[in-house]
């Protein structure tokens, strides 16, 4: 499913009618409400959509054919997934998580530090966890330490400073 990505897990179901409750996996939570179908992990068929609202900090949908609890217990702890061409656009200098996982970190000066395993969420930056053997690095996703990120590529160059990268 590597022309897949994610946008949501589904953590429980809510109510008896057949909708799922699901964590949103994106900075749009309104982008739920532009899709006509989903995909759900796995699972062959296409979802079409029939409703979606929200509850607190979670999205609530409900899908076309589904109009009992029993009908999506199945679905509970699975990724809700879209086709990458069906993606938002995002504005310059930004990046999808699945884009930036598995790029190769370097140094300014050309060494090759590790690969991006990882990309938290902890607050006002994202934060790449860089892995190389048993070391792991931390290092904030901000123009002051990222200096390129080529795709192309499959490269991220940084300029750590002391104390990053030891």
Same mark, same amino acid.
């Given at each position: 499913m590597t022309d897949y990505i994610q946008i949501g897990k589904i953590v429980n179901t809510h109510g008896i009618k057949g909708e799922l409750k699901v964590i949103p996996l994106t900075d749009d939570i309104e982008r739920f409400e532009k899709l006509d179908t989903i995909f759900i992990e796995k699972e062959e068929d296409e979802f079409q959509v029939k409703k979606v609202w929200y509850k607190k900090n979670f999205v609530i949908l409900k899908l076309k054919g589904y109009n009992n609890i029993n009908d999506v217990l199945k679905f509970k702890n699975r990724f809700i997934l879209i086709h990458k061409d069906d993606a938002i656009e995002l504005p310059e200098d930004?990046? +999808? !998580?699945? *884009?930036i996982k598995g790029l190769d970190v370097y140094h300014i000066n050309g060494e090759k530090i590790g690969k991006v395993v990882d990309?938290?969420?902890?607050?006002?930056?994202?934060?790449?966890?860089?892995?190389?053997?048993?070391?792991?690095?931390?290092?904030?996703?901000?123009?002051? +330490? !990222?200096? *390129?990120?080529?795709?192309?590529?499959?490269?991220?160059?940084?300029?750590p400073i002391e104390g990053m990268i030891e």
């Open positions: 930004s990046y +999808f !998580i699945f *884009e990309v938290l969420q902890p607050g006002a930056n994202d934060v790449y966890v860089v892995k190389n053997g048993n070391k792991e690095y931390l290092i904030p996703a901000v123009k002051e +330490f !990222i200096k *390129e990120i080529n795709l192309e590529e499959g490269k991220i160059v940084i300029d």
